[in-house]
C-alpha cells in the first residue's frame, strides 16, 4: 500500500531587507504556530531577498490558514504559492487578497501581474 502523500505548500516571498532576520522569524514562527512542518527552505539574496520554503501539513486547510496569515503580514511580499491536497479538499475560505488562482488546469497560485 503506498504511503499518503501529505498536503504541501510550495512559495516564494520576498522579504523586506530594512528588517530581513524579522521578516524571516515572523514567517517561520507563523508556520510553526500554524501546525507546519518545513520540508525544504532556500534563500536567494541576488537583487531582493527572496525565501523559497516547502511546508507539509496533516490537513491542507492549515496551509491556507497559513497563507491567510502571510497575507495580513509585514515586510513579506507573496511572489508565489502552489498548493499541492492530494485529497483534492478544496479551502474552507477563499484564497487570501494576495494570491489568486491561475486559469490553467494545475492547482498553482501566482499573484496577478
Known sequence: MPA??????????????????????????????????????????????????TLTAGDANLLWLFLRRLDNGFDVELLFADVDDPDGDAPSDPAPRAVTRRADSDAALALPA
Do not use: C, I, K, Y
Not at 14 to 38: C, H, I
Open 4 to 53: 499518503a502523500t501529505a498536503p504541501t505548500l510550495r512559495l516564494s516571498l520576498r522579504l523586506d531587507t530594512a528588517d530581513l532576520f524579522g521578516a524571516m522569524e515572523w514567517v517561520l514562527a507563523n508556520a510553526r504556530r500554524t501546525g507546519l512542518a518545513p520540508a525544504q527552505f532556500s534563500f536567494d539574496a541576488n537583487h531582493q531577498p527572496v525565501l523559497h520554503a
